[in-house]
């Protein structure tokens, strides 16, 4: 019987020396390590809302963000990309977004509009002289202002994406002045702004789901829309639409913002991580758009699109068309702010 006693007290040592042990190396969830780094928490996960698909410039900016966050918080934060609208239309994930159930999302300015107006001057008509213009602004003092302008919407922009230069495209007629447009009924995004264009140009705005384009256009609802070459190629619009001009009525930039119940809850050094991470993934983001804007143009063509480039006369005849839009009660309050982007060098 003693000696029973004793093999279990011997045990009992062995036991409690090897806990011990393990409580000073740390478990494998611990994340702590015999260098002494600190101790990694359990892995939070967030969800990110692209309405576009796999492949798309912007869902590839998207990816590279995540792919940065979760690189550099060693995985203790999670990004997980929904895109092809499966968390929703655009109108429907900007709501969620607002109220924390996506806590990420990539979206343009324009369907931002809806709840603040503001959003409608980074896309006036013919606004900026070039890309190299447009990014001068969203990367300066101005940019940086529209990002933290929707704080009371509960949304924080974390980063500037290239959404290119939007052009008209529909299933009728070439276009080649403001006349040729004259009673087209064209898709908009469900802004004034946009409408107020289209109809400046004397076709009929009809506001309609991005993924209802192609739908809308094959069963003459609509005869066509207005966006650019990623965009046109990747939803098939070009098999339905045949006539596109390089118009660059407007550009309306995007970016990624986040929930700022969320934003507030990550620490001051997350909110660095996660904030460079953005500047990173928008810098690679602009080079693809690049890239597979200038193929798309080239796809477009190799399959029966008529593209139509428009001479300085032409293009001026538009801008006269849509210049009445600056003096509108609701965009000429923020001449000022206007006049400083046209400014920006």
Not at 216 to 228: L, P, R, S, V
Not at 315 to 326: E, M, N, R, S, W
């Amino acid at each position: 019987m003693m000696k029973h006693t004793i093999c279990i007290t011997v045990l009992a040592a062995v036991l409690g020396l090897s806990l011990s042990v393990c409580s000073k190396q740390g478990s494998p969830d611990s994340g702590s390590s015999s260098q002494g780094t600190a101790p990694r928490t359990k892995a939070r996960t967030f969800r990110l809302a692209d309405n576009h698909p796999d492949g798309y410039p912007t869902v590839l900016g998207d990816l590279k963000f995540a792919e940065l966050v979760k690189e550099r918080s060693n995985g203790a934060i999670l990004i997980e990309v929904y895109n092809n609208a499966v968390l929703g239309d655009e109108r429907t994930a900007i709501e969620q977004t607002q109220m924390g159930d996506i806590q990420f999302i990539r979206v343009g300015t324009n369907p931002l509009a809806s709840i603040n107006t503001k959003m409608n001057v980074l896309s006036m008509p013919f606004l900026y002289r070039d890309t190299e213009h447009a990014f001068k602004v969203l990367d300066g003092p101005i940019g940086e202002e529209f990002l933290t302008s929707m704080i009371d919407n509960n949304l924080l922009g974390l980063c500037w994406f290239d959404a290119g230069v939007r052009n008209f495209y529909n299933a009728k007629v070439e276009i080649k002045t403001p006349e040729d447009m004259k009673g087209l009924k064209i898709r908009v995004q469900e802004t004034a702004l946009m409408m107020d264009l289209v109809k400046a140009l004397g076709a009929s705005p009809t506001p309609m789901a991005y993924e209802e384009i192609y739908a809308g256009i094959q069963n003459g609802i609509i005869d066509g829309a207005e966006n650019n070459w990623p965009s046109y190629m990747t939803q098939s619009h070009n098999e339905v639409a045949k006539y596109y001009v390089v118009d660059g009525h407007t550009r309306a930039p995007e970016m990624i913002l986040v929930n700022t119940q969320v934003w507030e809850k990550f620490s001051k050094d997350e909110q660095t991580l996660i904030k460079q991470a953005a500047l990173e993934a928008a810098e690679y983001q602009r080079q693809e758009w690049l890239r597979q804007e200038s193929d798309y143009e080239e796809q477009a063509l190799a399959k029966g699109a008529v593209v139509t480039k428009l001479t300085s006369e032409q293009h001026q005849l538009f801008q006269d068309a849509v210049a009445g839009i600056y003096a509108q009660p609701g965009y000429n309050s923020y001449a000022e702010l206007i006049k400083q982007i046209q400014e920006t060098r």
